[in-house]
């Protein structure tokens, strides 16, 4: 199975609407990817993982309705 973080956003989305995958799923797995990776790449100038972590809980619930 690919990880999520291995996915393309084409991929991404289809796995969330399908229900196989959460945007806090994703952003979980590309949060520990990042943090697995960036001593080595120093890629990123600022990571907000509160930031994101809290949008994709908000779009988890707007996803399920009222």
Do not use: N
Not at 36 to 58: F, K, P, S
């Amino acid at each position: 199975m690919t990880a999520p973080f291995e996915l393309s956003v084409v991929d991404a989305a289809a796995a969330i609407r399908a229900g196989r995958l959460s945007a806090t799923g994703l952003v979980e797995a590309c949060l520990a990817r990042i943090g697995a990776c960036e001593e080595h790449l120093q890629a990123w100038v600022t990571v907000d993982r509160q930031g994101a972590l809290a949008t994709a809980r908000r779009l988890d619930v707007d996803a399920r309705g009222p």
